[in-house]
Every structure is written in C-alpha cells, then in structure tokens.
C-alpha cells in the first residue's frame, strides 16, 4: 500500500487526536490561586511572610515562603531573639496542620449524638443563641496573649462570664508556684544557658521537648561545641536517655523515686557550702527546703557518688546552673522540688542571670492542670453552661482517670472551636472550624523583650472562621456586640500603640525591644510555710511509669503531620511507632523481646503497643511518649495515649498534674512487629561516626584517617598508614598515585557541606524538612516497616560501648556527593551524573529504575520510588513547584537542594557577581537549631564551610576505604574523658 | 576405520536411527499435553505477576532500601548459568572432538536457547520504569544521549544479546541436515512448505555438506569464547560494583564454573526423562548421562574451591567489610539459603565420585535437580546477602521474596519449558545427522537419510 505524504499526515492526526481522547484529560482548574495577582506577586517569585509558629508554646519566629499564594515552607526567623532562624521538627511540619486531612471543613452540631454537619447560619445562630440564654460561660483556650486576652476580657464583660483559663499540658505552674513562694513573684522565669560553664539538668529535657528547646540547642551548641576548647559542660539525670541525656557529658540514669533525694543531697551541699550570694535568708530557706526534704528515701550507691561529682562541679563552677522539670520527673511534690531548685540557682548565682525573673514569660498566664479539671467539672456539674474550648485538647492531655470526654459529654454544652479533629472537639456538642494559625491575625507576646505578631499567608484553606471573630460575631448576633467589628483591627490598632511602622513590624515578624533589667532576686521567707511536706511515692506494685515529651510528637498536637510520624525518633530509630520502652532486666523477666506486644495499664484503661528494650532506663520503669494514639492519625499509629494511664494526682500546692509517678500493670500480650529504620547500632569494627577525647582535642593532637582506619600519630606525628586526603588537600584534576581515574574537574565550584557532630542533638529537624522542601512523599507505616523509607536524610544512631565517652552519637547521613560516587559509573544510562559544580545529580526523566546505582551507594542513601505515594488533597498545595514530584520507578536522593544552589547561582550570574557566602543554605542547614551543617563551596577558601572544613577534627565517612572522595566532611565529636562522674 | 565405531553409539542401523529419532515428532500424547498444560497455567502465573508488577510498581516485590536486587537478578543469572552448558556441550567439546556429546548436544543447546530467553526478560520485568528500557540501547538519539558504556548493565546487554544470537544461529546450522530428514518423511503441506525453506534446500550431497562442516566449526570455534565471556560478564554486573561479597576478581571464573555446573544439571534434568519418554535409550546411553555426571563434578569441585577461596580471601585479607559479609552469610539472615547453597553444590555432587551413584538414573536425576537448587540459592546468596549487609551497618536489612516475586519465578520455569516442550514436537531434540556419523559406517542393510 502506498501512503502519501498527506494521508500519513492525516492519519498521524487522527492518532494524535485519539490517543488524546483516550486519556483522561487533565482536569480543568485554575492553575493560579487568583484570577487578577496582584502587583506585587510574580509568578515563580516566592513571597515571604513573617509569623509565629504555634505548634508549641516557645514562640519561635518563622517565615513563610509562599509560591502563587500558596504557603509551601516554613523557614525560622533569622531575626527572630528565641530561635534565630532555627526550627523544630514539629515547626518544619507546623505547616501540615494547615493542608492537614483531618481539619473540621463545615460546622458540626450533635444531633442525635452524632455530630452533623450544618451551614455555618445555622451553627452561628446557635451559639449566640446558647450565649444570649446561658446563665455562666466559662473559656478554654492555649496559650494566648496581647489583643485576644483583652478580647476575652470584654467579652466576658458582656456576658455571664465565669473565666477564661489558658492550658498547656506540662504548663509549668509549679515553677510559678516555687517562684511565688520563694520570691513573691508568682511567674515562670525565662532561663537563659548562655554563659553559663555548667548546667546540671535533673529531667528537664532541654535540648528536645523541654519550654524552647530550639532556642536552648543553640546556646548550648554554642557554649558547648568544640571550637579549639569548650566553655561548657552539662550532665544530665533522668529516669530515661532521651536527646538531652545523649547530648549531655555525663548521664546518670535516676529513678523517678530518687528524683527528690537527688534535689536534697545536691541542696544539702550547696546550701552547706559558702557562696557570694549567701544572706541569711538563703541559709534559712535552704534549711526549710531540707527539713521538707527530710522524708525523702535514701539514695542508692550509684546516685550518691554520682551526685557527689555533681555537687563538686555545681561548687567549683563560676557559672552554674540547674534545671529541673518536664513531664519524666514530674511528681506530686513538683512545687517542694522546683522550689529546692530554685533555692540551690539563688545559693550559686544563677537566679537573675541565668533565670530571669520579671520579663512577663508567657508560660505564667497558664492555669494549672486542677483548675482545668474543676472548670470542667463544674461544666459538667452544670455550674458553667456553656464551655468555649479553643486551642486545648483537654480530652487527650488530662488525666484518664478525670475521664474528661465523659465530663464533656455530661456538660450542658460545649463549644469547640477546632482546626483539626482532635478528641475534645469529637466530645462537643458544637464544633465550629477555624483558622490554622496560619490563616490567622494574631499576636504572641512571649515576654516584653519578644512580642510576635502573627499575619494570615493564604486563604483559608476551608470555609472556617478566625476564633476571635467569631467570638465577635456570636457576641453582635447575642445582642451585646463588642467594641470592634473585625478582629484583624483589633491588631492593627493594638500593634499601631506599640510600633512606628506596622509594615515594618510585619516583615520583621513582632518588635523586640530589650526586655526591662531582670527582677533582682532577694528569696523571702515569709511564705516558706507554704511549702509541703514531702510526699513520699505510695508503695504500691508495678512499674513506674514515664511519660516524657519528644520534640516529634510533643504533647500529640501535630498528631495530623504525616512527617512527623515519617520522621524516624533519632533514639528509638522507630517510625509510626509509639513504643512501649523498657530495660532489659524487665523485659527478661517479663519473657518480652523488642517487638512483642505489651500490655501496660491500670484498672482503668490500658495501652497495648510494640515493646522496644532499651539500655538507659530506670529498672522498674516503663516508658510511653506523650502523643500516640491520637484520633488525627489513629489508625496508623496504633499506640495509646499515655495520659489515659494517669490517675488524678496533683501538686498540692500548684495544681500541676503529676506525669511521673503512676504506676501501671505489664503483661506482654503477644508477639507483634516494631517498626524500626535501623539495621544494626553497632558500628562492627568500622571507623564511621567517630569521636575523640577532649583532653587530646585540647592538646591538639588530631587523629589522621589513614587508609587503614582511623590513627593517632606516634610521638614523631607520624601515622602508618597512607593519609587519606581531605578536600582542601586535593587539587581537581590531578590523578594521586592511588587512583587510576582522574578525578573530577570543577572549573568553579565545587558544593559541599560540614557536619559538625559535636553539635548534632539527634533532633530530627533536618529531616522533617527535607521532607518539606523537597517534596519527599510520606510512604506511611507498612512502607517503612518493609524498610522504604524516602528520607534523603537519616539520623544514624550508633551505640560505641567499648569507648571511653560518647556511648550514643547521632550520625546525619545524606548523598555524600562523592568526586567518585560509585553510583555514576554503574548507571547504565547516565541518570546518575557529576555536575561541573561537584554536585552528585539525578536526573529523574532519564531513569529506568534498574536501582543499581543504590546497590553500589556505600552510603545507602539512594532512595527508590516503589510505588506512586498519593498526595491527599489539599496537601499537594505544599508541594514546591522548583522540586520534580518523582512517580514510581525512579531514584532520587539528596540534592544538595540543588534548586537553591541554581537560584543563587542565577541571581548572583543576572547581576553580573559571584555567589557569596552564606546565600545558599539547604533546608537541612537552614533548619539545624545546633547549626551543625554548613553549606559552601570547597573552592572558596575564605568561605565558613571550608574554614570548617579545614578543622582537623575533620574526616570523611567511609573514604579511608572506598576512596569515594565525599563532599560531605565531618567533624569528630568531642567527648569529655577523664573525670568519671 | 574401526576407530570412527564409537563405542558410545549402538550398533544398528541408519533406518533404526531415522525411525527412533523421528518417532519422537510423532502426535503428542496425554503425558505431554499434560506437561503443556501445566507450563501453560505456569506462563499465565507469571504473565499476570508481571503486569500486576508492571501497574503496581516494584513495590509488589520483596525489595527495600539496602537490597535493590532480589529474586529477579537472581533468577536471571540462574537462568544465563543454565543457558551455558548448550554452547559449551554443543561448541567446546566439539572443538575437542569429545565423541559423547552427539547423543545429547542437541537438547542442551535448545535449553540454552530458551534459556537465554527465558534470562534475558528479567532484565526487563526488573526496571522500575519498563517503558523506557530503550534509554539502556545504544541508538542514536536526537539529544546525542548515549549509555554509559564503563556500566557494566550496558556489557550485560551486549553479552547477552551477542550470545543469544550467536547461539541460536549456531543451533539452527546444526539443524539443517535435521530438517530436511524431517522434510523428505513430512507429508506435503504447510508443514511441509514450513521445512522447506527452513531446510534452505539441504540436500545432502558433498559440496553441501563440505560447507556444511565449515561453517560448523566456524560457528564453533565463535561461540567458545562466547562461553566463557557472557558469563564473565554478567559476573562483571556484581564484581565490578564495590558491594562486599561482589567485588572480587575471582568472580569471573567463579561465575563460569557455576554457570557450566548448573548448565549441565539442567541438561541432565531434562534428558533423563526425555531419553525415557521417547524410548531412545540405545541412542542416549548411561556412558553420556554418566561422562556429563563426571562433568558436573569436575565443575562442581571448582566451584567449592572458589567458595573456599572466597572466605579465604575474606580472611586473610583482614578487611572488616569483607570478614562482616563472610560471616553473615553462614550464621545471619540467610544461613539456610547459604548453607543449601553449599550441600547442594559442593557436598551432594561428591557422591559421583561412586560409579553407582552416578550410573544410576534416579540418583542422577535427584542430584541434578539438587544441584539446580543449589545454584539458583548461590546466586541468591551472592546477590541478596551482599546488599542485605554493606557498609554502614545502620542501613543493613532483610529482603523476603514477594508472591508477585514466586510468581514470576514459576512463570520462567514454564515459560522454558514450554519452549522446550513446543521444540522437541517440532524438530528433532537429537541430532539425526550426527549420530548417524559418530556410527561409522552403517551395517549392510543402511539406508540414508
């Protein structure tokens, strides 16, 4: 048959046309989020926003990078005071709640005791009619502060008001309650560990989970990384190991029973001892504490000697500094020991330095856990008719014992104003759907220094209401309208008091004004009879339980942010998993092994979840984070929510709910699976995340990686081995007598990065925003469980016993980026190739996924595509439109953020200039709240990164061995020798 | 020419071979429709895993983040391994003029045939992205995009193909005297027709089989170094790689050795029922299966040799990554596929070192599917417990084989012996020509094929 030229033509059309017809066409929708963009607003163009995060309440700065009006990343405040362009892994996700599957989209009212849906009329006109016809209103919410308190206030002034308490679980109150004790001022201090030569830290979880742990990472890196010496040393005791513990230079592993002996022995010391700020007071409050103390039980042998170092230290340093807290070592006598505590920071000078008093800490407006419960009750008791809740997640925090969902439910009505579906809004009678506090007008003012103001970034994501308007709104529909209209003017004007320029406070995301001189500490003895007795422990059987905090999970707030569950906990290396800990001796005699299912619970209810046996932890205890089993993520995280074993126990004098302290049955109930990241933490014999002792780094003298291993030189400084170099030694180019392939030519640049892990806390930050950046797609608990994760980075955990410090170290391992990367020559199709630029890129189009490149990775950091992950909607409005969604089949990897490195690249080529340093910064770098990862270019020699480079802690992972030649360099961490304990 | 009366050859007649030989083309009967339709369910098995892999996604498999590669590279190298004692029966020791191969070189160079075949999907059915398999070709493209020819996959398609093509044209010259016997008894028709042209007009005289005898040593001497280099080179897959347990300069030898060892296991699997089921038990004899079973345990002696080496090596070289993966695999994860490994290869085939054992059918047969076990686990071992246990200890892991996975397996093995079965009804599974010649001259009463 002969075709012409035409005919082919045609029929070519016909099949193009057909084929088109056949697929689904892509679905018509508006590619913008507006139809006319404003001026100011490029397609292509991030737009940046500053605001608050309020994912927990240290206030920390961020910055909102937006795409086409669409939020995609949160990024900390450079100039923000609390974490200055650092954030969390809860921070990174923060933005999840916003996209988050579980938000409340349409207003609920319980009908038949189910919760419909209705129009928001509808549910308006009911809560102003409940309003215009209850006789007491009583208001629940978060921390809050600035216009919405005086918001609150006038609309209680309008209405039969009861009160409006402020909850935060761990809230802190019996700090105030010490401080109100001690020195008259009834308010959390703002603790301050810059400067200070030597912290003792008794549970308080500072690095991780503990008040601002973005903000105490940093300065304590910055004391305590090894920089030629080191100011600082810290020594952690607790009933757990968790990341402070880890990060510490001595752990002590303290039973929650000797929690209080512990404070005596060390308050005897310090009292006992001559100290500068001795007045007669201080002795006489010293005294009272150790008389309250008395009944405290005696300390074991290895607490004792273990204190004895302690107190030895507390006594020789300059700059001391004691914390004690958190939800681990919380009991009923939190207010004695916070009190002791502070006695012992007043005795040893920290108190008004380190610990300042009379900033107005946002923490000191919380209400302490028995008045929540007695607000409820009384809600319940039908004294409140009408419970606002907004912000607080009563029904998931409180103890199980309160059974507050049943209080709820007694109440006459409940109001919940909720952004997520969490347990208390499913206990409502009325569920009302807000703002995220993205979308939000907002102010946080975390003490008179730090007054953040929050500013919506986008649309509402869902048809929901900023909380303070509607308030606003149900007061005029009631009939009794407030002072202003619209909240957002409520801000406007409240900030145009404070500032000149409200424009130029909302770029800077709040004022920070130098806070008011710190209040002089002068401890009072006039209240001392306030304090209680000790309380001692009941003897009653089973194990203790700990309930600590984790900077993923927190409380379980962020429970709807899939990254944080994706993120492994860098200790356990579990993910999707709230284990079961235990020790080893209690698991043997329980027949447990890690995996089994355990059983821990009380006559009330219980908690069945994977056992995990871990080396550091009290011996008759168990461990159960906060925040599993929350109703946002239930069905995949399958663990209970540890604050369902509390019974009611309380500070007597405080009101805190005690954390610490309960105890709970154990049975293993079956065999079960962990899902765990990790192969093995033992590093078998291999020189990979490696350490050295402070006595040598301080003498200087380094050891070489040769290519036997790692080795110190010999009195000469000579090594055995052949010195494996490092990237300032080499020369592009040239061809060393070892290698037969020349290496990589860079003409210009040539990225690497620095990791200090020295400063590594393990807190999982970067790669929660790796996640966010870099549209890594959540593959969810089964995936992980068959070992798939998509990380591009992991916190490698090793356990180093046979060494003399540093048992547990994290190691962050990303692409390495090698010279050599064993992965470009095995590609059979170039997908995997060097770029001029030293970067180790992937070209996703190009792969055919024979996966061969992952094989040869010494790194294991390749990440294969096993199946097309979904993206829910509206969560693929986070994806980064500069980032390749991968589809299934490819590899990908860490870039390096490539898209940021050709951004500035770009920029700096259109305005005729080099790149300079510091203005490209990867997501991980970004984030480190330690600012242990350092993004340059080897070929620079002035820039930070390859001054750090050149640090001879220095050494490459691996490539004493495979002779890769990373573009990964890092730095030793620096353990403390010598002194035992 | 009394040494040309090969004692390995009967002594009957040129008719008695044609009718015995070509009696096996006859109409099938239950047993073999029987066995058709077993490989048929076996095909449709794999056929369904492979498109519910290839709509799923790679998830459908067992593998994970340090082992990419599991049962499929697994099962490809067994079956190239397979596809190796064709060529070497068939070309090596024809070469080396060793008389025993005539009776049996037939069949094993079809299963080289499929078994090429059957190997060279698994590239393919492994690819995260099959639609774009062609990206590995070297075609010139548009964009001047070429593969990376310093990977060793590149090789791999070069060898292989270079192989199979020089295998099946060296299968097919063989077959033409063959055909055309079958031609000259085949009724007319399209079958008839079909012989015709694939005969290329044989007609048996001497300038005809002058050339003939040419081109098969020609294709002989081009497909020994093909022997030994398809293996090495799939070999190069892991030994080029810096995986513990792969990089190692032995693996090239080691790879051929066993590839010849389970080569010839597969023959003797599928000619022992064979010899039985056509009735030619005269023709293939106990000397061939037992000059196969000496063979195999030469071959078998090697390859324990090279596992020895392997852990020597590993050993004396004090290197921690290799000590690690050399003692995993005895005592870790995958102790028991390590451990069948090494009875099934090096233990079991020592018992041919008995005349008994090897001169008997049922034990020979036993042992040979021993050892096509044993070499199926070797590759997995090789493959799986190298990537399961690499340097960073953190990213060890545990692969487990999927059904989707068991499922393409059963498909390959069908999908051979469906070939194989198709082959032997329709051409002559021994070579008619051959065994005719290696009779000398034929007794009196001789006809002529």
Known sequence: ?981 | MTERVKPDIGAFSYREVDRDILATLGRPGKLYMALLAVCLLCVAIGAVSWVYLVLKGMGVTGLNNPVGWGLLITTFVFWVGIGHAGTLISAILYLLRVSWRTAIFRAAEASTIFAVATAGLFPLIHLGRLWVMYYIMPYPSGRELWPNFRSPLVWDVLAISTYLTVSAVFFFVGLVPDIAAVRDRTPPGIRKTLLKFLSLGWMGSGRQWKHYMAAYVFFAGLATPLVISVHSVVSWDFAMSIVPGWHTTIFAPYFVAGAILSGLAMVLTIVIPLRKAFRVEHIIRMYHLESMAKLLLFTSLIVGYAYGVEFFTAWYSGNVFEKAIFTYRPTGDYALPFWTMVICNTIVPLLFFIRKIRTNLITLFIISILVNIGMWFERYNIIVTSLSHEFLPHSWGVYRISLTEYGILIGSFGWFFLLFLSFIKILPAISVAEVKESMGFPPRKGGHA
């Open chain 1, 1 to 981: 048959m002969l075709v012409g030229r035409r005919d082919f033509l045609k029929s070519l059309g016909i099949l193009g046309v057909g084929s088109m017809v056949a697929c689904n066409g892509a679905p018509l929708e508006k590619l913008y989020a507006y139809l006319t963009p404003p001026k100011d607003i490029v397609p292509g163009i991030p737009a940046f926003y500053a605001t608050v995060c309020r994912a927990c309440p240290a206030g920390c700065g961020v910055i909102v990078k937006t795409r086409e009006a669409r939020p995609i990343k949160l990024e900390g405040n450079p100039s923000h005071p609390v974490n200055r362009g650092a954030l969390c892994a809860r921070g990174q996700a923060f933005i999840q709640g916003l996209y988050s599957p579980s938000r409340v989209t349409e207003p609920l009212i319980r009908k038949d005791g189910v919760l419909t849906a209705v129009s928001w009329e509808r549910a308006m006109a009911a809560l102003a009619e409940l309003l215009a016809n209850s006789p007491s209103i009583g208001l629940l919410t978060g921390l809050e502060s600035g216009t919405f308190l005086d918001l609150a206030t006038e609309f209680g002034s309008k209405f039969p008001f009861a009160s409006h308490l402020m909850y935060e679980p761990a809230g802190m109150t019996s700090i105030a309650k010490a401080s109100s004790i001690l020195l008259n001022r009834a308010e959390v201090p703002r603790f301050d560990p810059a400067g200070a030569d030597y912290i003792v830290s008794i549970g308080a979880d500072f690095l991780d989970a503990w008040l601002s742990p973005v903000e105490f990472t940093r300065k304590w890196a910055d004391a305590h990384a090894f920089n030629g010496d080191r100011t600082l040393e810290v020594d952690y005791l607790g009933p757990r190991r968790n990341l402070t513990a880890t990060s510490a230079d001595r752990f002590h592993v303290l039973p929650q029973s000797e929690v209080g002996s512990a404070i005596r022995y060390l308050l005897a010391d310090v009292t006992g001892f001559p100290a500068a700020q001795q007045t007669p007071e201080t002795m006489v409050v010293g005294q009272v504490i150790l008389e309250r103390l008395a009944a405290a039980p005696e300390l074991s042998e290895r607490t004792a000697l273990f204190l004895a170092g302690v107190s030895r230290r507390l006594l020789a340093a300059r700059n001391p500094l004691i914390l004690f807290g958190g939800p681990d070592v919380l009991t009923q006598n939190a207010t004695l020991l916070h009190a002791a505590t502070l006695a012992m920071n007043i005795r040893l000078g920290a108190a008004g330095r380190a610990i300042r008093f009379g900033e107005q800490y946002a923490w000191s407006r919380l209400a302490a856990e028995s008045r929540i419960l007695d607000m409820i009750n009384s809600a319940a008791s039908g004294q409140i008719d009408t419970l606002i809740v907004w912000g607080a997640n009563p029904v998931a925090t409180l103890p199980g014992e309160a059974a507050v969902a049943k209080r709820l439910e007694e109440a006459k009505s409940v109001v919940v104003l909720a952004a997520e579906m969490d347990e208390t809004a499913a206990a409502a009678d009325i569920v009302l759907p807000v703002h995220h506090p993205l979308e939000c007008w907002g102010d946080y003012d975390l003490t008179d220094g730090i007054q953040g103001i929050l500013q919506p970034v986008r649309q509402p994501v869902c048809r929901s209401m900023h909380p303070a308007d509607l308030l606003i709104e149900a007061a005029s529909r009631a009939g009794r309208p407030l002072r202003h209209r619209e909240y957002k003017k409520c801000i406007l004007d409240h900030w145009a008091d404070r500032t000149d320029s409200l424009n130029r406070t909302l770029i800077a995301g709040g004022r920070f004004p130098d806070p008011p001189p710190p209040y002089p500490v002068f401890p009072l003895t006039a209240n001392l009879d306030q304090l209680p007795l000790y309380a001692p422990e009941p003897a009653t059987s089973g194990a203790l339980l700990i309930a600590p905090f984790s900077s993923l999970l927190y409380d379980g707030r962020s429970a709807g942010a899939s990254w944080l569950h994706e993120t492994p906990d860098s200790l356990n290396q579990t993910a999707w998993e709230a284990p079961i800990e235990l020790g080893n001796t209690l698991a043997e005699s329980l027949g447990v092994r890690t995996g089994d299912r355990v059983t821990i619970g009380n006559a009330g209810s219980s908690v069945t979840a994977p056992a995990l046996i871990v080396d550091d932890i009290a011996p008759e205890a168990v461990a159960l984070r906060f925040g599993g089993g929350r109703l946002a993520h239930r069905d995949s995280v399958p663990s209970g929510n540890v604050a369902s074993l509390f019974g009611l126990r309380f500070d007597p004098v405080s009101g805190e709910l005690a954390t610490a302290g309960h105890r709970v049955s154990i049975a293993r109930s079956g065999p079960g699976e962990l899902v765990s990241v990790m192969g093995s933490p033992f590093s078998d014999g291999r020189a990979l995340c490696l350490a050295m002792p402070l006595s040598k780094a301080r003498e200087g003298a380094f050891p070489k990686m040769t290519r036997h291993g790692e080795e110190y030189p010999d009195a000469h400084g000579h090594v055995h081995g052949p010195v494996v170099p490092m990237p300032h030694e080499e020369k592009g180019g040239e061809r060393p007598a070892d290698n037969i392939v020349p290496l990589q030519e860079h003409p210009q640049h040539r990225w690497g990065l620095v990791i200090d892990l020295d400063r590594c806390t393990g807190c999982g930050a970067c790669v929660t925003a790796c996640y966010a950046e870099n549209n890594i797609p959540v593959v969810g608990r089964e995936e992980i469980a068959r070992g798939r994760e998509l990380s591009w980075i992991r916190i490698e955990k090793h356990i180093l016993k046979s060494e003399p410090g540093a048992h547990v170290r994290f190691l962050p391992v990303m692409c390495q980026h090698c010279d050599q990367a064993p992965c470009e020559t095995v590609c059979p199709v170039f997908a995997s190739y060097h770029t001029p630029d030293g970067l180790n890129a992937q070209v996703y189009n190009r792969c055919i996924g024979t996966r061969y490149c992952a094989n040869n990775c010494p790194y294991k950091v390749r990440r294969f595509n096993y199946f097309d992950y979904p993206r829910v909607s509206p969560g693929n409005e986070q994806l980064n439109p500069d980032v390749t969604v991968r589809s299934r089949g490819v590899m990908e990897k860490c870039s390096f953020c490539v898209q940021r490195i050709r951004e500035a690249t770009n920029r700096a080529k259109f305005e005729r200039r080099g790149v300079r340093d510091g203005e490209i910064v990867p997501a991980c770098v970004q984030t480190c709240p330690a600012g242990a990862l350092a993004f340059g270019d080897f070929l620079q020699p002035d820039w930070r990164m390859t001054a750090l480079a050149r640090d001879p802690r220095g050494y490459r992972l691996l490539d004493y061995y495979t002779n890769t030649r990373p573009g990964v360099v890092y730095l030793r961490k620096v353990f403390l020798d010598g002194e035992a304990t």
